[in-house]
């Protein structure tokens, strides 16, 4: 343990770059926790609401968000191989296939009735899901560009500045949720459009504060984040290339998970209740880890753009045994004291109603104790090889296993056998589980040692060459 601390790679310096980025995602799932106990107080309906209709919308523009989100690596590789000037243009990229995206996403607007009716949800919860769905996916661009331009930040390990940004984000969330959902403060009593509207302008200051930060002076010099606002084909063909399996991965996953829940609602109120409660609770344990995650990526992709695979293991195993500690943590937690986190839940909603959804997600909780555990070594090696650039891969294996190891057998066992919701999470636990193994093994396997998203030096320094001799050629054309 000790001989891990420092060095390459070691402990200290996955720390340097984790640890604000789990408290980072640590805030976004306190934040999603409180805004869950917000809408439990408003109704059960709402709570029940809440998850179909914000993990579909967050489905359906996971591809955009994934696919921004890979600047990631693009910034780190160019930042380990000293290129910096190539950061900025990298950025706008990003940014530029975020609008793309946000306006995309508008035309799911008149489907969305359609969408929840063809769940065959409650209807009192139908009309709750639509309406938080049309403002989610409304106003999901912001969460795009956020996610693009928050790159610039966490590719150079400035990962200080991502947290400070996020803690304001979630601060005006949570007032704003609070002042909205009931009716305080001059605010309308919205209930769960209210926690629509107060997650659409919190996202939107986060991407405007990111913004203006990247464009300040020292960064505008150095990296050209400014001058590199011109769109650039041959970035935009290496981001889709590398990025879009990425977002294709992303989206297919959540999609998955989506779907998911929107079978179990089958089940009805209390069953797709609970499902959510154990779902929100677990993402204390789970969105944390994604900040470690990212901070693996950034890790790995700077030691290969600087042609150093070695401490990029290292940090790789390092990140896994912080996760596999912290994850174990949460999990006797969830095992042994259930109750501990349904009593904010509980306080104050209504006791009757909340009962039988209490009973069901203290035992979902189990579940999330057997599973957490398992996600650690999902998330580190899978942020691993994607921080190297193996994509293609990460996106075939969800694809297929979401399908057949998470979708197809919930369907029979709700629709077909109607075996209920416990039958049900066994194929979400054996999903996560089998994702585990798999990217293990291809990590381990080393072929992500060998990969760029970036060209060569070399590369580059000839197509600067051929630019440059077209512009004499048509400088001595027009003399």
Same mark, same amino acid.
């Given at each position: ?14 720390? #340097?770059?984790?640890? &604000? ?34 993990? %579909? ?38 940014? $530029? ?8 996403? %508008? ?5 969305? #009735?359609?969408?929840?009716? =063809?769940?065959?949800? &409650? ?20 969460? !795009? ?47 769960? =459009?209210?926690?629509? $509207? ?24 150095? $990296? ?61 344990? !789970? ?38 500690? $912290? ?15 349904? #009593? ?31 996600? =650690? ?31 197809? &057998? ?70």
């Amino acid at each position: 343990m000790i001989s891990r601390w420092a060095g390459d790679g070691g402990y200290k310096e996955v720390l #340097k770059i984790a640890g &604000p980025l789990i408290l980072s995602m640590g805030s976004w799932s306190l934040m999603h926790f409180i805004d869950r106990i917000f809408l439990t107080w408003y109704s059960a309906e709402a709570l029940a609401a809440a998850m179909p209709a914000g993990l %579909l919308s967050f489905a359906f523009g996971s591809f955009f968000i994934g696919t921004a989100g890979y600047v990631n690596t693009f910034v780190a590789q160019y930042y380990g191989a000293k290129r910096f000037s190539e950061v900025g243009a990298s950025v706008w990229q990003g940014l $530029y296939f975020s609008l793309v995206g946000g306006g995309l996403m %508008l035309l799911l607007l008149p489907c969305a #009735k359609w969408i929840f009716d =063809a769940a065959g949800h &409650p209807e009192e919860i139908r009309a709750m899901e639509v309406v938080y769905f049309r403002i989610l996916t409304g106003g999901i661009g912001a969460t !795009f560009v956020m996610s693009a331009v928050s790159t610039f930040f966490s590719g150079r390990g400035d990962t200080w500045t991502i947290l400070w940004v996020n803690l304001m984000v979630v601060v005006l969330n949570i007032i704003l949720d609070y002042a909205w959902i009931f009716g305080y403060w001059g605010f309308p009593r919205a209930g769960i =459009a209210g926690a629509g $509207y107060a997650t659409v302008i919190s996202q939107t200051l986060g991407c405007i504060l990111f913004f203006l930060l990247m464009l300040r002076k020292p960064f505008r010099e150095k $990296y050209n984040t400014l001058l590199g606002w011109r769109f650039n084909g041959r970035l935009c063909k290496r981001l889709w290339k590398y990025g879009a399996p990425n977002g294709f991965q992303f989206m297919v996953e959540i999609m998955g998970f989506a779907i998911f829940v929107l079978l179990v609602g089958r089940l009805g109120t209390v069953d797709l209740a609970a499902t959510n409660l154990a779902f929100n609770i677990n993402t204390l344990a !789970f969105v944390p880890l994604l900040g470690g995650g990212v901070a693996v990526s950034t890790l790995v992709g700077q030691y290969l753009g600087d042609d150093r695979p070695e401490p990029a293991e290292r940090s790789t195993y390092s990140a896994l045994h912080l996760s596999l500690i $912290y994850m174990l943590i949460m999990g006797m937690s969830f095992w042994f004291l259930p109750e501990f986190f349904m #009593k904010p839940f509980e306080s104050g909603a209504d006791a009757t109603a909340f009962a039988p959804i209490r009973d069901s997600a203290i035992v979902l909780l189990r579940f999330v104790a057997i599973y957490c555990v398992l996600d =650690a070594a999902y998330i580190v090696f899978s942020a691993a090889i994607k921080g190297a650039g193996d994509t293609q891969f990460v996106m075939r294996v969800t694809g297929v296993a979401s399908l057949f190891v998470l979708i197809i &057998p919930t369907f029979l066992v709700v629709e077909t056998f109607e075996l209920g919701l416990y039958p049900a999470w066994i194929a979400v636990t054996l999903y996560i589980a089998l994702m585990s193994v798999i990217f293990l093994f291809r990590f381990k396997g080393g072929k992500w040692k060998t990969m760029r998203v970036i060209e060569s030096d070399v590369a580059s320094l000839a197509q600067g060459r051929q630019v440059a001799e077209v512009n004499v050629r048509n400088h001595i054309d027009a003399m």
